[in-house]
Nanobody
Framework: QVQLVESGGGLVQPGESLRLSCVAS????????MGWYRQAPGNERELVAR??????NYADSVKGRFTISRDYAKNTVYLQMTSLKPEDTAVYYC?????????????WGQGTQVTVSS
């Protein structure tokens, strides 16, 4: 059983910063890529940032403002968000490609709400 748990969401004003965290736990043999997605009301879920052994990639809308990082020892991925805008408002989901027992699957967290409003 593998579980992803996000934390760090909340309500902030435009221009402020927020850091999201996601911890993977359970029967984990190895973790490949980890990433953050978001979904705003009425929109499809979209990739925000992703990190793997190859490198990182970001959605154009967050380049220069968001930074993804990973603590391999703690099975944790972070998303540092700066200069937040109202259009960043969404539920943010953590995702990870994890090898558990004899299978490799994509796992998702339950989501954390980020609201940017004055």
């Amino acid at each position: 059983q593998v579980q992803l748990v996000e934390s760090g969401g909340g309500l902030v004003q435009p221009g402020e910063s927020l850091r999201l965290s996601c911890v993977a736990s359970g029967s984990i043999l190895s973790i490949n890529a980890m990433g953050w997605y978001r979904q705003a009301p009425g929109n499809e879920r979209e990739l925000v940032a992703r990190i793997s052994l190859v490198g990182t990639n970001y959605a154009d809308s967050v380049k220069g403002r968001f930074t993804i990082s990973r603590d391999y020892a703690k099975n944790t991925v972070y998303l540092q968000m700066t200069s937040l805008k109202p259009e960043d408002t969404a539920v943010y989901y953590c995702s990870a490609n994890i090898r558990s027992d004899s299978r490799t699957n994509d796992y998702w967290g339950q989501g954390t709400q980020v609201t940017v409003s004055s």
